[in-house]
């Protein structure tokens, strides 16, 4: 329903780790962790080859939703996620995921507000454009 997209959602480490599914999943994610010791100024991996894999995960509609902002979606790098998830949500084919997705949810936007667009509709309409979720 349209409650869905006001709670704020922020994607975490955890999130990523388990291959968490979201009801309003609109990109899937899959990249490794890359991410680097910021306690050297030296690119130091901060996991190792067997931490660093995760299973697919969702990235939320609630996550590209800015707060603070009436009616404005952040997609791609500016998304709302934890340091070491963004690690892997950062690459550019999940980016480009959130950036159809934003779109369209600008477009499906009848009342002009992107607070009003249900996050499973939008994933629903995504998967009808060919997007894979699963």
């Known amino acids: 329903g349209l409650g869905d997209v006001y709670k704020r959602q922020v994607l975490t480490e955890e999130d990523v780790r388990q291959g968490r599914r979201f009801h309003?999943?609109?990109?899937?994610?899959?990249?490794y962790l890359d991410y680097h010791d910021p306690t050297t100024p030296r690119r130091i991996s901060r996991f190792d080859k067997s931490q660093a894999q995760v299973p697919p995960y969702h990235i939320p509609y609630r996550s590209l939703i800015a707060q603070g902002a009436r009616n404005l979606l952040a997609a791609g790098r500016c998304?709302?996620?934890d340091r070491v998830a963004l690690s892997s949500a950062r690459v550019m084919t999940t980016c480009a995921m959130m950036g159809q997705a934003a779109g369209l949810a600008a477009a499906l936007a009848s009342d002009g507000?992107?607070?009003?667009?249900s996050g499973m509709q939008l994933a629903q309409a995504l998967r009808e454009r060919g997007a894979v979720l699963e």
């Not at 309003?24 to 990249?31: Q, V």
């Not at 507000?113 to 667009?117: A, D, G, K, P, T």
């Open 24 to 31: 309003d999943g609109i990109a899937l994610g899959r990249f």
């Open 79 to 81: 998304f709302s996620a």
């Open 113 to 117: 507000n992107v607070r009003s667009v």
